[in-house]
């Protein structure tokens, strides 16, 4: 097949979902919503996480990174998409192409790692709380913050490089919402066989252990929360666990499907599909599922925003003992926790940088 060297100066057309839906016209009403959605809910969890100094502890430290990382992925794809249905044209350049991979793949990948360390500080707060401090120090917490970021940032770096050096075929058309490794090897006039099992391998191993590990840390929860004495507090915990184990398996799940499977078993359809979970559905319901019933997020939002709509915060709570009230979110679940009055109450917090005792 002829090689199409021009691609650098004409670059691609992104034939994504939108163009392949049968009913364009609300899917890309959908979309928008979602992803106003999650613009707003990171932004403002983000905003009050950063200006609250209760919040400044380990729990909602890597929680305003994960809403960062949600906000920063989804704002990456989906504002061009929207922008190039309602124009009719679905041109990206070369460079526009390569900085779009490279962003959703440091992105994509630290957060995978993000919500391994989250569900370390939720097994560490509930089973552990006696060494909360010890096991959460301010150290650890950043080391927890810088390492995904780090890490994703190397991945992105080696995988952006080496698949942007390909020839690609006289075709600039690819079949999905983004540019993103699989649709673009399928354009590749070069054998990509040893790239793909490359791909194949990093992808496992960023994704198996973290996947692993929140399954591991989130099981002890749940034999710990089984223990408790209250049905109804029991209740609430394997609700909110299962909430987030949901959201977890959209993300890894779909990730999984798009970075491990073989590139035999792609399908542009199924790309599309896979790829809309993890950059605009689960940025979406993160905020949502990780803040919705804490009643300190709730407490901050009502004090910095006005915020009126939220009647499980009320001026009783923020009349408790505070330094209590921060011990037991940092034990998951304040609501849960407060309930349930568990015997063992964590030793006073020492905050991490910017925070207070």
Request: overall charge negative; hydrophobic content about 45%.
């Given at each position: ?17 939108l ?16 992803y ?8 403002l ?19 305003s ?7 920063m ?8 998409t ?5 124009r009719?044209?679905n ?6 192409c ?6 959703v ?10 919500l ?16 909360y401090?010890v096991?959460?120090r301010?150290k650890?917490?950043w ?5 995904p ?6 991945n ?11 020839p690609?075929c006289m075709?600039?058309?690819i079949?999905?919402?983004?540019c ?10 070069a ?5 793909e ?14 996947l692993a ?20 507090g029991?209740?609430?915990a394997?609700?909110t666990?299962s ?11 779909a990730?999984?499907?798009m970075?491990?499977?073989p ?6 359809q199924?790309?599309n ?8 559905i689960?940025p ?9 019933r804490n009643?300190?997020v ?35 679940f ?6 349930e ?17």
């Amino acid at each position: 097949m002829e090689l199409y060297n021009s691609t650098l100066e004409s670059g691609f057309i992104l034939e994504g979902i939108l163009t392949d839906s049968g009913s364009p016209g609300l899917l890309c009403t959908t979309i928008s919503v979602l992803y106003t959605l999650a613009l707003a809910s990171n932004g403002l969890l983000f905003l009050v996480i950063t200006m609250d100094t209760r919040l400044h502890v380990p729990m909602y430290l890597l929680l305003s990174q994960l809403s960062l990382m949600d906000l920063m992925l989804t704002s990456v794809v989906i504002p061009k998409t929207l922008v190039d249905y309602l124009r009719g044209e679905n041109t990206i350049s070369f460079e526009g192409c390569a900085l779009q991979m490279f962003l959703v793949l440091t992105l994509g990948g630290a957060e995978g790692l993000l919500l391994a360390f989250m569900a370390y500080d939720r097994y560490v707060a509930i089973c552990h709380p006696l060494n909360y401090t010890v096991l959460m120090r301010p150290k650890i917490c950043w080391l927890m913050v810088a390492t995904p970021w780090t890490l994703a940032f190397l991945n992105s770096v080696i995988h952006t490089s080496y698949t942007m050096h390909f020839p690609f075929c006289m075709t600039r058309e690819i079949r999905h919402l983004l540019c993103e490794i699989p649709p673009l090897l399928k354009l590749a006039c070069a054998d990509t066989s040893r790239y793909e099992f490359m791909v194949y391998a990093s992808g496992s191993v960023f994704l198996m252990p973290s996947l692993a590990a929140v399954l591991a840390f989130y099981t002890f929860v749940l034999v710990a929360v089984l223990h408790m004495s209250s049905g109804e507090g029991r209740q609430k915990a394997l609700f909110t666990c299962s909430s987030h184990l949901t959201v977890v398996g959209m993300y890894y799940g779909a990730a999984m499907f798009m970075y491990i499977q073989p590139s035999s078993h792609h399908s542009p359809q199924q790309d599309n599909i896979l790829s809309v979970f993890y950059i605009v559905i689960t940025p979406a319901l993160n905020p949502l599922i990780y803040s919705l019933r804490n009643k300190e997020v709730t407490g901050a939002f009502r004090r910095y925003l006005g915020f009126r709509l939220l009647p499980h915060c009320t001026s009783a709570l923020m009349g408790k003992n505070e330094k209590e009230n921060r011990m037991y979110t940092e034990g998951l679940f304040l609501f849960l926790l407060e309930e349930e009055q568990l015997p063992l109450t964590p030793p006073s917090y020492t905050s991490v940088p910017g925070g207070h005792t």
